[in-house]
């Protein structure tokens, strides 16, 4: 019988933490060494449990503690204080203090995307890592649908900006997002909070206990619980079940830390987020483009047209795109597919379910060696139903003025002025399996020279299963033989290994002069096989598709990258350092896993080699490469007081990995752009006031990122070297604003002598930029500001606190990324030509009242 922990009304099995514990015992053994059986005093087991000094910033931007002013990184730390005053629970909400980082939540792809500096990774494919690395507690997670799951209970964010292969490996270049949660306290600690939010009508609950369970033994358990009723509202005149869309989360992390002996420690970290959601579109409007019009949904070649009801006012934050599904297109899923069975509950509907676990330890081989071990699993299983025609709202008709009942007969029995017609539906499901295992030697030297060497593992695998409306064939009639209401069901399984070594070395030439450098060797391969389970007969009969049960057989890709790195610093004073860095960075590429299922594919059952291959070769993207560097001055004056950093940087990426969508083609373009340069400078300063309990802060980014070799992209006939290719060379890449900054002020005052008033405050600006990368002409989003604020009462020493906290308060609503609106109307059809994008966007004002505690 497998032994199972219930965690929350889920049953989550014990196979991860066994597999956290076999892959750190594993380790032990391939390299010899036995843990030491003897006892430590007590007070050094209660300080190692104990956090850090909070005077002191600290980060790990090299794989070991090293104080922020020192590091020859430019890096952005965010505190858990500072998370916790302004509601920062989501990798998107960290915008707001980090310029030159955008974030989209949403869409059936990947979840979302991320882009540091313009360098990012599409938010369309699944097949792309994510090029700013997540780093979470130690673990590298490649997935990018990770950003759509919350966090809470975090001691500190660190986000690294520009490559760091040399110490984070694969997917990470363009930097690391470094999520720190918090650890065992060296007392018994309780705290919990609770508030409401008027504008989206959510209530959040979260605590934790913290504490010593004996003289070796720590352990910290942390949940939250959130609850909103009107994440999205839809625009008036969408028909929906839902008229408001929400979201339920709940965050849970268990940590234990163990210090039996003085030489030994370690740490295990067992997280489950669970979200339920009422759609994946999410925050996705609808931007009408030149005609000034909402376009019509144009399916089955033209053949059927349906009225799109959108404002064309993106900046009201209500949307049009949440369209519930045409009931004839979901009446019978295929089997296995993840809306079969029951599962689809008649409207749009997402679920994920996220186990993480981490087990981390460090042996101390003697005063000057140190041997470090962290394993990482990860499952995630990701559910999510949606219509992605973003419109469609009866009557339905013909564009050529013929009866609807002779040409869609079964759309015709549905179609009623204002009936919920939305098309093209899909359910993909995505099931990730990763497991990672690093280890490092670490010295410790008293004198010039210091090493680290390591090598890194990882598995993973990735199932994306989909029954999806492509055509739209049912709008005619069901499958005549399963009775199947969808186009298609795809099913494709993607497995990776990688495997790194790495060394780097430090050698202090002078009290004062440093310098530092190091390889990383990456060797990856991935393997992927598309099966196509189920075909509808209507497509499979014709030349266009291929037949229910196709199998593609092993698609294989493969490569490896040497990533080196070199820094100088040098401390021209105690509280100035000067340094330069020489990076290299490395993102693996892949199989694209957006392929329909047409004629195309039948290529991969063909008897000539060459055809099998050239088919093969279609689907794969090359690994993305970045080289450049950076130099900088960290500085503090006035006894400290003052802090003021700041670094200038360029690096050039070859092959960057693009996806790009064809509205009326309704089909994805996956490619490898050419190059792209980005330069610029970044500066981030703090000033703790002479008046007591005043804090001011602040940082500002110039960045100047351009595609800088020939990038043809948008070839609407799909012929090479026929004249109408557009070539994007030298124009602003996208999400990359020229300047980006934000300002920021904490003022705590006393109140009588045990009470304190606290008053704080942040003001963010962007710059306009590109939202895509297709034409010359794309979306691009105005400057603007936005402005979060909060005010408290409580008592000094955090026993209990009353909070009133306002995120966005002038309710701005910016575009992150956009792209064409599928089932566009081409030219011929007897309609305006289509010209509508789809656009992804922040959430608006949220005004939160809150109250916490802790003892």
Request: net charge negative; charged share 20%; glycine share 10%.
């Amino acid at each position: 019988m497998t032994k199972q922990t219930k965690l929350n009304n889920s049953v989550i099995s014990a196979k991860p933490v066994r597999t956290l514990l076999m892959g750190s015992a594993a380790t032990l053994t391939l390299l010899g060494f036995a843990l030491p059986a003897y006892a430590q005093g007590e007070d050094e087991a209660q300080g190692r449990i104990e956090a850090n000094d909070p005077n002191i910033i600290t980060v790990t931007a090299r794989k070991q503690q090293e104080t922020l002013q020192e590091v020859p990184v430019t890096v952005t730390a965010i505190g858990g204080d500072t998370l916790g005053k302004f509601q920062i629970d989501e990798i998107a909400d960290v915008v707001n203090r980090v310029p030159s980082l955008n974030v989209a939540v949403g869409g059936s792809g990947s979840g979302g995307q991320i882009s540091l500096r313009g360098v990012g990774s599409s938010n369309l494919s699944a097949a792309f890592d994510s090029a700013v690395a997540f780093d979470f507690d130690g673990v590298q997670v490649s997935t990018m649908r990770i950003v759509q799951a919350g966090f809470f209970d975090v001691e500190q964010i660190d986000v690294l900006k520009g490559p760091q292969s040399l110490f984070f490996g694969k997917s990470a270049s363009a930097g690391v997002i470094s999520i720190r949660s918090a650890n065992p306290t060296l007392d018994w600690e309780v705290g919990g909070k609770a508030s409401y939010e008027f504008e989206e009508n959510g209530k959040v609950f979260g605590g934790y206990i913290s504490g010593p369970i004996s003289d070796t033994l720590g352990v910290r358990l942390a949940a939250r619980y959130t609850d909103i009723d009107d994440y999205v509202k839809l625009e008036p005149g969408t028909p929906a079940i839902n008229r408001t869309r929400g979201l339920k989360e709940f965050v849970s992390r268990a940590t234990l830390q163990w210090d039996p002996t003085d030489n030994f420690n370690a740490n295990l970290k067992l997280n489950y987020i669970k979200n339920e959601n009422d759609g994946a579109t999410g925050h996705q409007d609808i931007q009408c483009g030149p005609n000034g019009r909402p376009d019509e949904v144009v399916l089955l070649g033209g053949a059927v047209a349906i009225p799109t009801v959108a404002s064309c006012d993106i900046s009201d934050n209500t949307y049009a795109t949440q369209v519930d599904p045409n009931p004839v297109l979901t009446r019978k899923f295929p089997d296995g597919s993840a809306g079969a069975d029951g599962r689809y509950p008649g409207k749009p509907f997402g679920e994920t379910d996220i186990f993480f676990g981490r087990l981390k330890w460090d042996l101390d081989l003697s005063d000057y060696l140190t041997l470090s071990s962290v394993s990482g699993y990860l499952n995630l299983d990701s559910v999510d139903f949606d219509s992605y025609s973003y419109g469609g709202v009866g009557p339905a008709f013909n564009p050529n003025g013929l009866p609807l009942s002779a040409i869609a007969p079964a759309l015709d029995s549905v179609n009623a002025p204002g009936a919920a017609l939305g098309a093209g539906q899909s359910d993909p499901r995505n099931k990730t399996e990763q497991f990672t295992q690093e280890i490092r030697l670490t010295s410790n030297f008293d004198g010039m020279f210091n090493f680290m060497v390591g090598a890194f593992y990882e598995s993973r695998e990735i199932d994306l299963e989909t029954s999806q409306q492509a055509v739209n064939i049912s709008l005619i009639a069901p499958d005549p033989v399963t009775g199947n209401t969808f186009d298609y069901f795809k099913k494709q399984n993607t497995k990776t290994e990688a495997f790194s070594v790495f060394a780097s070395t430090t050698l202090d030439l002078t009290d004062q002069l440093q310098i530092s450098g190091g390889l990383r060797w990456t060797d990856e391969s991935k393997v992927s096989r598309i099966s196509v389970p189920y075909v509808h007969t209507f497509l499979s009969s014709t030349p266009a598709f291929i037949s229910s049960g196709f199998f593609s057989g092993p698609i294989k890709f493969k490569d490896n990258n040497f990533s080196p790195e070199l820094a100088i610093r040098y401390q021209a004073t105690p509280d100035i350092n000067i340094y330069g860095a020489f990076k290299t960075g490395f993102k693996s590429g892949g199989i694209d896993n957006s392929a329909l299922p047409s004629a195309s594919l039948l290529g991969f059952n063909d008897p000539d080699p060459a055809v099998r291959q050239a088919v093969a070769d279609s689907l794969r993207f090359k690994s993305e490469t970045g080289i450049g560097g950076e130099i900088g001055v960290k500085s503090q004056f006035a006894n400290r007081s003052v802090t003021f950093n700041v670094s200038g940087f360029y690096y050039v990426f070859d092959d960057l990995q693009v996806q790009n969508f064809d509205g009326t083609k309704v089909q994805y373009e996956t490619f490898n752009a050419s190059q792209l340069t980005t330069k610029g400078i970044d500066v981030e300063w703090a000033w703790a006031t002479p008046v007591s309990g005043l804090n001011f802060s602040g940082s500002l980014a110039y960045t100047d990122a351009r595609f800088s070799k020939e990038f043809i992209t948008a070839d609407p006939d799909g012929i090479p070297n026929s004249g109408d290719e557009t070539n994007l060379d030298g124009r602003r890449a996208a999400r990359a604003p020229e300047f980006s900054g934000n300002i920021a002020f904490d003022w705590t005052v006393p109140v009588g002598s045990v009470m304190e008033f606290g008053l704080n405050g942040n003001l963010q600006y962007s710059s306009s930029y590109f939202t895509n990368q297709a034409t010359l002409t794309d979306y691009k989003q105005d400057d603007y500001v936005s402005v979060d604020g909060a005010v408290s009462i409580g008592h000094r020493d955090g026993k209990w606190k009353l909070s009133l906290i306002g995120v966005n308060l002038t309710d701005k609503i910016w575009t992150n990324t956009s792209g064409p609106r599928p089932f566009l109307a081409g030219p011929g059809l007897g309609l305006p030509v289509g010209d509508d994008i789809s656009v992804t966007q922040n959430r608006g004002r949220q005004v939160f009242v809150e109250a916490s505690f802790k003892f």
